[in-house]
């Protein structure tokens, strides 16, 4: 974990530890990882850019009342903050929802065509039904090799080269369909999963894949409406709720330091403010 400045503000010293925690022992899928990998690179950077000591200096000092939150300063501040980006994509270049469902329509149908390939060919077509029972095979050939035994690639009858009881074995588990899966032994759950396994096909998984990419698709149109401006109008909220002021020129160097850019200035937060002031 990359240390932030010491000048950097407790509470997010505590923040930026949690998220990175979360990211390492979390169980998150690798979509979830990009984006959580995203937001601690911005707690990193409100903790180490040079021009956020100022920042934090001013926002937290003593003179700074603030009107709204009768609580810790850091906790108002800090937090609010990161509640902004994590409802933000930081501004990312994006392309358009009609582009990207191109590029991803493209995968899909390629992956169609492929498909399309192995069905007309008879080998293609063979190895399609096999590919799974030919790649366990395989690493179990590996495996048994790596650990002593003298095992040569020969062409096997499948489940009786990788256990010679296994054909026997896998006949007498009970597979009841009708039984809950919590009830079933391990024995019978290895003996589903030791089934589909040997029945899944190359096209099956591509078929998936295929499936995925408009899945992806849908989540890119979801998040594509957000952008800096929503971050700085969240940002210039804030600081109003909480100091009853528009500190423009603090909220843009947030906004940079968020973002990794130098394209933000009081200027331009003036302009793209559109709430009401508190009372």
């Not at 090799?145 to 006949?171: R, T, W």
């Not at 210039?236 to 100091?243: D, E, G, R, T, V």
Request: proline share 4%; no cysteine.
């Amino acid at each position: 974990m990359k240390p932030l400045q010491s000048w950097s503000p407790d509470y997010l010293h505590k923040l930026y530890k949690h998220e990175v925690d979360k990211l390492t022992h979390g169980e998150l899928n690798l979509k979830q990882k990009e984006v959580q990998e995203r937001k601690i690179e911005a707690l990193y950077r409100l903790g180490t850019y040079p021009d956020m000591k100022a920042v934090w200096e001013k926002l937290l000092s003593k003179d700074a009342d603030m009107i709204v939150y009768p609580v810790d300063k850091e906790l108002a501040l800090v937090g609010g903050i990161l509640e902004q980006i994590w409802i933000n994509p930081f501004g990312e270049p994006q392309v358009r929802p009609s582009d990207k469902d191109e590029q991803l329509g493209e995968i899909a149908e390629k992956i169609k065509e492929l498909q399309r390939l192995i069905n007309k060919s008879k080998e293609a077509s063979y190895e399609d039904g096999q590919i799974l029972k030919t790649i366990l095979h395989k690493r179990n050939i590996e495996y048994r090799n790596q650990h002593g035994e003298q095992i040569g690639s020969q062409s096997p009858n499948y489940f009786k080269f990788i256990d010679i009881n296994a054909n026997a074995e896998l006949s007498q588990i009970a597979l009841d369909e009708h039984m809950p899966w919590r009830d079933r032994y391990p024995l019978q759950r290895l003996g589903w999963w030791t089934r589909e396994a040997m029945t899944l096909q190359l096209t099956d998984i591509l078929g998936y894949y295929s499936e995925r990419m408009g899945d992806y698709s849908k989540t890119y149109k979801d998040h594509y409406a957000k952008d800096t401006s929503q971050l700085s109008r969240g940002l210039s909220w804030l600081m109003n709720q909480i100091y009853g002021k528009d500190l423009d020129d603090y909220v843009a160097r947030i906004i940079n330091a968020i973002l990794d850019v130098d394209s933000w200035d009081k200027d331009k937060v003036r302009k793209n403010r559109t709430y009401e002031k508190a009372k």
